[in-house]
């Protein structure tokens, strides 16, 4: 094994820092650290958040080990610090190269960690040797946490080595009777109990049962691995009865970092301050919906592939058609569609949005006050698929779940919806919020609750709206010079009168938002083509002054 040359870990190094701090005692280390104990002690009182510490090994490909359980718990809304026994180059292929961290130098990182930081749950991966493993058991003696989770890595999916066999008398002796769970899979079971065939859930169990008698609280046997088993079944013992986890299993080539993501996750829910059964409930049910959610994502091209830890990545990133972000110009011609008059002409809504979007508009809203729930998402993801063919935002009326569900560019609200503030909590800072306004003092309370833009109106009378104060083309301009977003003008506006709301004179007045003018007509898309002329003329008439 290669020697450490990083200055990082270089016996100098412990020389030069500052006096380390040396109290066994995590309430003492923090008090020893404050001028003043008491306000420190009340305001760990009042913004204490959960806390896992990790001890484990550095995965470069970021599917297992420290990274695994870095993201697992900070999509979980848990804290994690790191204490990393190994460095190793591994990638989808395999683990290339383990570098192991001196002894002294776990220990260092343990005792910077909790004599200091409060952890409430230790989660175990890879402990590469039988020093390690005692040098953890001699540390966790010394400070009080809440939990300890030990995840008895021996081996990658890959295959390789991350730890032999000497390290198991260090488990059999010391760690798992400190256990409150340890989630061997079968082939770590199996060596824990001295090389036994495990290949049916009874073996399952009975191999639970064993490893229990060498003294941990619980022990979870997970079966990701257990051949010709249609679901991925995990049994759980608790030293009286036996609890089956079951999950349909997701045919995927990306299971790596499966086993390190769901210790992690049973550790943060420990945290949280769940009780067991519902720790590895929870745990199970986040690795086979992260399972599930990026079963088709491809990073890297060995046999066995990262999972999504955030459900994030295909989220934002489909290949072939990323939505690019916000722009005020995706304002200029903003068709919300409804779906009485279409179903009056005889159109479904992806059909109207199409042909709005064939005839040139630049954003979509759809606006569906009748639609059942399961029909208005089932509506939203067909527009999307074609609003993201033509690069064209689609946005939904008010209904932030519908939003989400289908997963929608963003949400208009009105001044009686959600606030834009909640909305923006549920969806996230790239998504477009907007916000109907009629007056200044809503205009820079839009802004301050982090709204996108501003619709203003009606700008003049419509029988789309009922019982809707118009403000004219005076309220609109006074809307507009308050605002510090971009505006689009919506209320009774159709070709004949676009012009003339383009032309009041300001400059965050973006465009007009359509519905009568556009989906009340036999033919969305001329309709839209007629208007966006209007518009493209006024733009460039401006841009000639
Ligand atoms: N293809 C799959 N579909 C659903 N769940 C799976 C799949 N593969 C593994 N799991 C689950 O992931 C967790 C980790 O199990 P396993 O892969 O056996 O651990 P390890 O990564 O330590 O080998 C278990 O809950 C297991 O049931
Ligand atoms: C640093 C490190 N820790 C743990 C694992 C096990 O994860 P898996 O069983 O999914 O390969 C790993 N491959 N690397």
Same mark, same amino acid.
């Given at each position: 094994?290669?020697?450490?040359?990083?200055?990082?870990?270089?016996?100098?190094?412990?020389?030069?820092?500052?006096?380390?701090?040396?109290?066994?005692?995590?309430?003492?280390?923090?008090?020893?650290?404050?001028?003043?104990?008491?306000?420190?002690?009340?305001? %760990?009182?009042?913004?204490?958040?959960?806390?896992?510490? /990790?001890?484990?090994? =550095?995965?470069?490909?970021?599917?297992?080990?420290? !990274?695994?359980?870095?993201?697992?718990?900070?999509?979980?809304?848990?804290?994690?610090?790191?204490?990393? #026994?190994?460095?190793?180059?591994?990638? #989808?292929?395999?683990? !290339?190269?383990?570098?192991?961290?001196?002894?002294?130098?776990?220990?260092?990182?343990?005792?910077?960690?909790?004599?200091?930081?409060?952890?409430?749950?230790?989660?175990?991966?890879?402990?590469?040797?039988?020093?390690?493993?005692?040098?953890?058991?001699?540390?966790?003696?010394?400070?009080?946490? !809440?939990?300890?989770?030990?995840?008895?890595?021996?081996?990658?999916? /890959?295959?390789?080595?991350?730890?032999?066999?000497?390290?198991?008398?260090?488990?059999?002796?010391?760690?798992?009777?400190?256990?409150?769970?340890?989630?061997?899979?079968?082939? %770590? &079971?199996?060596?824990?109990?001295?090389?036994?065939?495990?290949?049916?859930?009874?073996?399952?169990? =009975?191999?639970?049962?064993?490893?229990?008698?060498?003294?941990?609280?619980?022990?979870?046997?997970?079966?990701?691995?257990?051949?010709?088993?249609?679901?991925?079944?995990?049994?759980?013992?608790?030293?009286?009865?036996?609890?089956?986890?079951?999950? /349909?299993?997701?045919?995927?080539?990306?299971?790596?970092?499966?086993?390190?993501?769901?210790?992690?996750?049973?550790?943060?829910?420990?945290?949280?301050?769940?009780?067991?059964?519902?720790?590895?409930?929870?745990?199970?049910?986040?690795?086979? #919906?992260?399972?599930?959610?990026?079963?088709?994502?491809?990073?890297?091209?060995?046999?066995?592939?990262?999972?999504?830890?955030?459900?994030?990545?295909?989220?934002?990133?489909?290949?072939?058609?990323?939505?690019?972000?916000?722009?005020?110009?995706?304002?200029?011609?903003?068709?919300?569609?409804?779906?009485?008059?279409?179903?009056?002409?005889?159109?479904?809504?992806?059909?109207?949005?199409? &042909?709005?979007?064939?005839?040139?508009?630049?954003?979509?809203?759809?606006?569906?006050? %009748?639609?059942?729930?399961?029909?208005?998402?089932?509506?939203?993801?067909?527009?999307?698929?074609?609003?993201?063919?033509?690069?064209?935002?689609?946005?939904?009326?008010?209904?932030?779940?519908?939003?989400?569900?289908?997963?929608?560019?963003?949400?208009?609200?009105? !001044?009686?919806?959600?606030?834009?503030?909640?909305?923006?909590?549920?969806?996230?800072?790239?998504?477009?919020?907007?916000?109907?306004?009629?007056?200044?003092?809503? &205009?820079?309370?839009?802004? =301050?609750?982090?709204?996108?833009?501003?619709?203003?109106?009606?700008?003049?009378?419509? /029988?789309?709206?009922?019982?809707?104060?118009?403000?004219?083309?005076?309220?609109?301009?006074?809307?507009?010079?308050?605002?510090?977003?971009?505006?689009?003008?919506?209320?009774?506006?159709?070709?004949?009168?676009?012009?003339?709301?383009?032309?009041?004179?300001?400059?965050?007045?973006?465009?007009?938002?359509?519905?009568?003018?556009?989906?009340?007509?036999?033919?969305?898309?001329?309709?839209?083509?007629?208007?966006?002329?209007?518009?493209?003329?006024?733009?460039? #008439?401006?841009?000639?002054?």
């Amino acid at each position: 094994m290669a020697s450490f040359s990083c200055t990082l870990f270089h016996p100098l190094y412990s020389k030069i820092r500052c006096v380390s701090v040396s109290s066994s005692s995590r309430g003492l280390a923090i008090a020893a650290m404050s001028n003043n104990g008491a306000r420190y002690q009340n305001l %760990e009182e009042k913004s204490k958040i959960p806390h896992v510490l /990790s001890v484990a090994g =550095s995965d470069s490909g970021g599917g297992a080990g420290i !990274q695994a359980d870095l993201k697992t718990c900070g999509a979980r809304g848990v804290y994690c610090s790191t204490v990393i #026994t190994a460095v190793t180059a591994q990638n #989808t292929v395999g683990v !290339q190269g383990v570098n192991l961290v001196p002894e002294e130098f776990v220990e260092e990182q343990l005792r910077s960690v909790l004599a200091d930081m409060q952890v409430d749950v230790v989660k175990t991966g890879m402990l590469p040797s039988i020093g390690v493993v005692k040098v953890l058991c001699r540390v966790l003696k010394e400070y009080k946490v !809440q939990a300890l989770v030990v995840d008895p890595v021996m081996a990658s999916t /890959s295959g390789d080595v991350l730890a032999n066999s000497s390290i198991l008398a260090g488990l059999w002796e010391e760690l798992l009777p400190m256990a409150d769970i340890v989630t061997p899979n079968l082939k %770590e &079971a199996s060596a824990l109990l001295g090389g036994v065939k495990l290949t049916t859930v009874a073996d399952m169990h =009975s191999a639970a049962k064993s490893i229990h008698n060498f003294g941990p609280r619980h022990v979870l046997v997970k079966g990701g691995d257990l051949p010709a088993s249609l679901d991925a079944v995990d049994i759980l013992f608790d030293g009286i009865s036996f609890h089956e986890f079951r999950a /349909s299993r997701i045919q995927t080539r990306n299971t790596h970092g499966t086993g390190c993501s769901l210790a992690s996750c049973i550790a943060a829910e420990l945290a949280k301050g769940s009780p067991m059964l519902q720790a590895v409930q929870v745990a199970k049910r986040y690795v086979e #919906t992260a399972l599930n959610y990026s079963k088709d994502i491809v990073i890297g091209s060995g046999p066995q592939g990262p999972f999504d830890h955030l459900l994030n990545l295909k989220h934002n990133f489909p290949s072939s058609s990323r939505r690019r972000g916000f722009s005020p110009d995706d304002l200029l011609l903003y068709a919300v569609t409804d779906s009485g008059m279409n179903k009056r002409w005889g159109r479904s809504i992806p059909d109207a949005v199409k &042909a709005a979007i064939e005839g040139g508009a630049t954003i979509i809203q759809l606006r569906e006050k %009748e639609a059942d729930t399961r029909e208005f998402v089932e509506l939203a993801k067909a527009s999307l698929e074609i609003c993201r063919f033509h690069g064209v935002p689609l946005l939904i009326n008010d209904r932030v779940d519908v939003a989400l569900a289908s997963d929608a560019d963003g949400v208009h609200v009105g !001044q009686s919806d959600m606030s834009p503030h909640v909305v923006r909590s549920l969806l996230g800072p790239d998504k477009i919020i907007g916000v109907s306004c009629k007056t200044p003092e809503q &205009a820079v309370q839009a802004w =301050s609750d982090t709204a996108d833009y501003i619709g203003s109106g009606g700008v003049f009378p419509t /029988s789309t709206k009922a019982n809707n104060k118009t403000i004219g083309l005076d309220g609109l301009k006074t809307v507009c010079l308050a605002s510090k977003l971009p505006v689009v003008a919506i209320g009774g506006i159709g070709i004949a009168n676009a012009g003339s709301v383009m032309e009041i004179g300001v400059p965050n007045l973006k465009g007009v938002a359509v519905v009568s003018a556009l989906f009340d007509r036999e033919c969305v898309t001329t309709e839209t083509r007629k208007l966006r002329s209007v518009l493209t003329d006024v733009l460039s #008439t401006q841009a000639s002054k």
